[in-house]
């Protein structure tokens, strides 16, 4: 027999596979109070942030690579328009105790925050409270205090130099 969270992860790894930012946002939202169900969106949400891959990455800052670093930038805007930083911000609100979620959130909003786009820095600026209770909140964890310290590192930076 098929479960609703079946059906419902199975809509999610459709969408993952199509990089399919619209359902994804939609999925998390009507899924608001499932923390199962959101850590699992929210990984996929890293998995398709565009700058998650720290070589690949450091490699275009290193060979200046312009072509590359202009996707990366219209990729974080595109994940921005379709509402990525709002919805995290939501599960985290949403799931304050979860260690999970508020890494997760913190990760995405960290590789987000590796471009200088202005569009992208505004949706990230209004994340800086949300990150500092998830600090607060899990003093402990490991995840959660590095992800937020690289957010916020990215969003105070803005522009060049972003790690």
Same mark, same amino acid.
């Given at each position: 027999?098929?479960?609703?969270?079946?059906?419902?992860?199975?809509?999610?790894?459709?969408?993952?596979?199509?990089?399919?930012?619209?359902?994804?946002?939609?999925?998390?939202?009507?899924?608001?109070?499932?923390?199962?169900?959101?850590?699992?969106?929210?990984?996929?949400?890293?998995?398709?942030?565009?700058?998650?891959?720290?070589?690949?990455?450091?490699?275009?800052?290193?060979?200046?690579?312009?072509?590359?670093?202009?996707?990366?930038?219209?990729?974080?805007?595109?994940?921005?328009?379709?509402?990525? /930083? %709002?919805?995290?911000?939501? &599960?985290? #609100?949403? @799931?304050?105790?979860?260690?999970?979620? =508020?890494?997760?959130? !913190?990760?995405?909003?960290?590789?987000?925050?590796?471009?200088?786009?202005?569009?992208?820095?505004?949706?990230?600026?209004?994340? /800086? %409270?949300?990150?500092?209770? &998830?600090? #607060?909140? @899990?003093?402990?964890?490991?995840?959660? =205090?590095?992800?937020? !310290?690289?957010?916020?590192?990215?969003?105070?930076?803005?522009?060049?130099?972003?790690?």
């Amino acid at each position: 027999r098929v479960t609703m969270s079946d059906e419902k992860l199975e809509r999610l790894q459709t969408a993952s596979k199509a990089k399919d930012l619209k359902a994804i946002v939609s999925l998390m939202r009507q899924s608001m109070q499932d923390a199962d169900f959101l850590e699992d969106a929210c990984s996929v949400l890293v998995a398709l942030s565009p700058s998650h891959d720290l070589v690949t990455y450091q490699r275009m800052l290193e060979t200046e690579d312009k072509v590359a670093l202009d996707k990366l930038t219209e990729d974080c805007k595109e994940m921005v328009e379709f509402g990525v /930083v %709002d919805v995290l911000l939501d &599960a985290a #609100k949403t @799931h304050p105790s979860d260690p999970d979620i =508020q890494e997760l959130m !913190c990760r995405t909003l960290f590789h987000l925050g590796r471009t200088d786009a202005e569009t992208v820095n505004k949706a990230l600026a209004k994340s /800086v %409270d949300q990150i500092v209770k &998830a600090m #607060k909140s @899990h003093q402990q964890h490991v995840g959660v =205090q590095l992800c937020a !310290c690289g957010a916020l590192r990215n969003i105070a930076v803005g522009g060049e130099n972003k790690g």
